[in-house]
């Protein structure tokens, strides 16, 4: 694992600036964000409700925010200031930003194999069979490419999404609770088909969870986020113990006995 | 039954839907999806054709593109003809009375979509128009279906309009609901009985066609 953790001096893959108000008054949100991702994994961590969602969004151009700008692999996709309003702003089709939503949003009118050869337009007819087939391998749902989605389970339907947005080719993977429908060990395996696909195209992912346990496991980087800012970045044993502290203490635990069931353990 | 009438009737109705499809459409998609404040203004005005009497549409369209306007001798000047008492005029006529039966069940397909759906194809690297064609239009499709059987059904049931541009000439104007008035006005119930049935008939198969296809539409996707 420790090829992929963050080498000094590797220039950030993403960097953030968002400022955006969703709402007005006491019920408005306010995200403001900024931060670098030079990890091959990144993993947001936060609790529902604190802008997570929303970063990704802004990421793959979903979500124009007030103020801000956003850079890919040095290219800056967006950027707007608060007062001279737009002056770039790559729309979602052209940025490469590939999002897994929790919602999988796989087209009910085409197949399982037509949803995937969806971002595969134009490529000879055999050849998209064969990327087809093998993403649909990756992801255990292989016997699913002639149904149709309205036949499918929910973590089914996860799969598929996961193995279109691959076939789109992205040059960043945004993952937005992607597994939340699939059983414990599915999750596993998947997330770490994943990580060796990401390997092998040099993507960067970055993740959002709201899962302590999956954030530490699955991020060479953590960021934790809260009410529409980030919190903390780091290693995930630095950020996620203090967090882990603060919600034991938030649970009425003591350091103490903290300390005692660690022993036990 | 007037088989000239008859065909001058499918013949209008035809071109009319197809017309009002193309139209439809961009129309009724900006109407599903846009901020613009123009929205609720624009929404109204196409609406309008349901409650106004067409003869106020057709009065405003006779003196509107008219000779005493410049648009009005613009078109007669390319037509060749002026727009009145002509087969064209019918067209621009039954466009504008129909475009609430197209655009009305367009935008309620287009609203039904699930956001979430457009938001996939952009980010899996599909524009505006590609979105359009290979998502938006697929899963609207019983809306379409539905804007075309509506467009041609009213179409063909048409009345005051047709007679305030068009007039009542055999062959170029006189469509089917404009002979059963001259054949009642003729005492010649036989032959009118025999154009109402025929009317009616196609309005109860237009609508049922919609109704079927909306029942089916619920367990379509």
């Not at chain 1, 992607?178 to 092998?200: C, G, M, T, V, Y």
Request: positive net charge.
């Amino acid at each position: 694992m420790s090829d992929s953790r963050v080498l000094p001096g590797t220039p950030p893959w993403l960097r953030v600036r968002i400022d955006h108000r969703f709402g007005r008054g006491a019920d408005g949100f306010h995200l403001r964000v900024s931060f670098e991702a030079r990890a091959a994994r990144t993993v947001v961590f936060g609790p529902s409700g604190s802008g997570k969602s929303s970063l990704l969004r802004a990421i793959a151009g979903l979500l124009e925010a007030d103020a801000g700008s956003i850079e890919l692999h040095g290219e800056p996709v967006w950027r707007r200031s608060a007062h001279h309003g737009g002056e770039r702003n790559l729309p979602p089709e052209n940025r490469r930003v590939g999002l897994v939503m929790q919602s999988p949003a796989v087209f009910p009118h085409l197949t399982v194999a037509g949803n995937v050869a969806f971002p595969l337009r134009g490529m000879e007819k055999s050849k998209q069979r064969e990327r087809v087939l093998r993403l649909l391998q990756m992801v255990e749902a292989d016997s699913l490419a002639e149904r149709r989605p309205r036949e499918l389970s929910g973590g089914q339907l996860q799969r598929v999404a996961i193995a279109r947005t691959l076939a789109a080719e992205p040059r960043v993977l945004l993952l937005d609770e992607p597994f939340s429908a699939l059983d414990a060990n599915s999750r596993l395996r998947l997330s770490h088909n994943l990580q060796i696909w990401a390997r092998e195209y040099r993507v960067p992912i970055l993740a959002v969870t709201h899962n302590v346990e999956e954030a530490f496991a699955s991020g060479d980087e953590v960021l934790t986020m809260e009410d529409g800012r980030v919190r903390a970045q780091g290693a995930p044993q630095d950020v996620l113990a203090s967090e882990r502290a603060r919600l034991l203490l938030a649970l009425g635990v003591t350091p103490q006995r903290q300390e005692r069931t660690a022993d036990n353990v | 039954m007037d088989t000239v009438a008859l065909w001058l009737t499918l013949r209008l109705a035809l071109v009319t839907t197809a017309i009002l499809l193309v139209l439809g459409v961009p129309l009724a998609y900006w109407l599903a999806f846009t901020r613009s404040r123009w929205r609720t203004p624009v929404q109204a005005v196409c609406s309008l054709p349901i409650v106004l009497p067409p003869t106020v549409l057709g009065f405003y369209l006779l003196v509107g593109l008219g000779p005493g306007t410049a648009i009005g001798r613009g078109i007669a000047h390319l037509l060749g003809h002026p727009l009145a008492f002509s087969f064209a005029g019918l067209v621009v006529g039954s466009v504008l009375y129909s475009l609430p039966f197209a655009v009305q069940p367009l935008i309620a397909g287009f609203a039904a979509i699930d956001r979430s759906m457009l938001d996939a194809a952009a980010t899996l690297g599909s524009g505006r128009l590609d979105r359009i064609r290979r998502v938006v239009l697929p899963l609207a499709r019983g809306s379409l279906v539905t804007a075309a059987v509506l467009s041609f059904a009213h179409t063909v049931g048409e009345f005051g309009v047709v007679l305030m541009i068009g007039g009542n000439l055999p062959g170029a104007t006189r469509t089917l609901s404009i002979a059963l008035y001259d054949q009642v006005q003729d005492f010649q119930y036989a032959q009118a009985n025999r154009t109402a049935i025929f009317l009616l008939a196609i309005c109860l198969v237009a609508l049922t066609l919609v109704y079927s296809r909306q029942r089916r539409g619920n367990d379509l996707v």
